[in-house]
C-alpha cells in the first residue's frame, strides 16, 4: 500500500520477472477491489465547505466530450450543446426536487448493499417508463432546487470521482519506483447519469488508467514504458431526494456510493476503446467481478 501498493519489493528483478510477479498479485487483489466504499455525495459537500463549488463542477463538466443522460448521449463540444445539457440536467433536478415522499414501507435504495445496486434499473424499470402527468408536477423552491442541482453537479465531476479512482489505484498498484499510472481519457466512457424514478438517480463515472513498467535501462532513450496492464474504474453512486415520512425522524437525500477496479491486458485496448461511448455498467456482484477479472488476466 501506499507507495509499496502492488509493486511492492518488485524493484531489483528481471522485467519479465517483474511483469508475472505484478500480474499474480493483481489476480490476489481482483476480489477486494470489486466492491470499495465511498463517501456519499451529501457528506462531502457538507464536510467539505467552501472546497466545492458550482464553478468548478461546471468547469469540470465543460471539459467532458459528452454525457448520457438518461440513455441520451449530449455532446458538451461547443456553448450551445453544453447549454442544452444544463438545461436537461436543471429539468432532471427540478423533477427530482419535487418528488413525492417515498411510500411507506417501501425499500430505501440507499440502504442496499453495493453489490445489490446493480439491480436498482429493473427494479424501477417500469417506474422510469412511466411520465409523470403534468397536473401532479409541484415547483419546488429555488432553494432547493438549488441545493439538488449541486448534488448532481458534485456526483459527476471528476475532481471528486477522477481523484478518488486515482488514490485509491495508486494505494494499491502503484510504486513510483517501478510502475506509473497514466490517466487515459481515450479510454474512458462518458459519466452516465439515470433516473431511476422520480427524486431517485443512479450516476456511474468511469475512469482508466494505464500502468506502465518502468525499464530503467531504456528510460533515458525515451523507450523505457511498457503498459503492463489497463485499470478501468468505475464511480456508482444513487442518490434519493425524496422525503421518508416513515421513519422515526423524516429524512432526505439519502446516498450510497462505491466504486469497483477491474483490470485488463493492453490487448484489450481496442476493445475498451470501441466501447467507450457506451453508457458504464455498474459494477457487477462480487461473484461475477472475480471470475471476470480472471478472464481479463488470462489466468
Known amino acids: 500500500r501506499g507507495r509499496g501498493g502492488a509493486a511492492t519489493r518488485l524493484r531489483g528483478m528481471p522485467p519479465r520477472k517483474q511483469l508475472c510477479r505484478y500480474v499474480a498479485i493483481l489476480g490476489r487483489h481482483r476480489a477486494s477491489v470489486s466492491l470499495i466504499p465511498l463517501v456519499p455525495t451529501n457528506r462531502m459537500l457538507a464536510e467539505g465547505g467552501r472546497d466545492y463549488s458550482r464553478k468548478q463542477f461546471v468547469m469540470d463538466l465543460r471539459r467532458e466530450a459528452s454525457v448520457v443522460l438518461d440513455d441520451k448521449p449530449y455532446l458538451l463540444a461547443s456553448a450551445r450543446h453544453f447549454d442544452r445539457f444544463m438545461n436537461a440536467l436543471t429539468a432532471l433536478a427540478a423533477d427530482a426536487a419535487a418528488a ?13 448493499p453495493p453489490s445489490l ?6 427494479l424501477y424499470a417500469a417506474d ?3 411520465p409523470v402527468p403534468s397536473g401532479r408536477r409541484s415547483r419546488p423552491d429555488a432553494a432547493r432546487l438549488d441545493e439538488v442541482l449541486l448534488q448532481l453537479l458534485a456526483a459527476a465531476s471528476r475532481t471528486t470521482s477522477g481523484g478518488e479512482s486515482f488514490t485509491q489505484c495508486h494505494k494499491l498498484f502503484g510504486n513510483s519506483d517501478v510502475v506509473v499510472l497514466t490517466p487515459s481519457p481515450e479510454l474512458t466512457s462518458p459519466t452516465s447519469i439515470r433516473t431511476l424514478c422520480p427524486g431517485l ?3 456511474t463515472s468511469a475512469n482508466t488508467y494505464r500502468v506502465q513498467h518502468i525499464d530503467e535501462t531504456k528510460s533515458r532513450r525515451g523507450t523505457g514504458y511498457t503498459t503492463w496492464c489497463v485499470l478501468v ?3 456508482v453512486e444513487v442518490l434519493d431526494f425524496r422525503r421518508r415520512d416513515d421513519a422515526d425522524e423524516p429524512t432526505r437525500d439519502g446516498s450510497v456510493r462505491h466504486m469497483s477496479i477491474h483490470f485488463f491486458h493492453p490487448g484489450a485496448e481496442s476493445a475498451i476503446r470501441k466501447s467507450r461511448m457506451t453508457p458504464a455498467p455498474p459494477p457487477p456482484s462480487p461473484g461475477r467481478a472475480e471470475d471476470s477479472s480472471s478472464e481479463s488476466l488470462g489466468q
Do not use: Y
Open 100 to 112: 413525492p415522499p417515498a411510500e411507506p414501507g417501501a425499500p430505501d435504495p440507499t440502504a442496499l
Open 117 to 122: 445496486v446493480g439491480f436498482l434499473p429493473l
Open 128 to 130: 422510469a417508463e412511466k
Open 201 to 203: 438517480v443512479m450516476l
Open 233 to 235: 474504474t468505475h464511480v
